[in-house]
């Protein structure tokens, strides 16, 4: 699982651009994808971020590939339960 500094730019259903700080990436064997967690910039001083997820696949020079969009509940089972593991962690760190 990577942690770290990184933005991504997200293009959204309007066509808007909106840079998005990237929570964590995360690979799947069950599902043979990987996965990033992403939050947009412009919320982070909101009290909820919505976190946003996506799939992708890394370019053979491990790159982020394309995005794409999670289309099973079985995947979004998962993705919820790493996040929720990650976020136990986290606040783990921070006492």
Avoid: R
Avoid at 50 to 71: Q, R, W, Y
Wanted: charge should be negative; aromatic fraction near 10%.
């Amino acid at each position: 699982m990577e942690h770290g500094e990184k933005q991504i730019t997200i293009v959204d259903d309007n066509g808007n651009e909106q840079l998005c700080e990237v929570l964590f990436t995360f690979e799947s064997d069950h599902f043979n994808k990987s996965y990033v967690l992403y939050y947009p910039i412009s919320e982070q001083d909101n009290e909820e971020i919505e976190i946003h997820a996506s799939s992708f696949t890394p370019n053979e020079d491990g790159e982020d590939g394309e995005l794409e969009p999670i289309e099973t509940d079985e995947e979004w089972d998962m993705i919820e339960e790493t996040l929720n593991t990650f976020l136990d962690q986290e606040e783990e760190d921070e006492e």
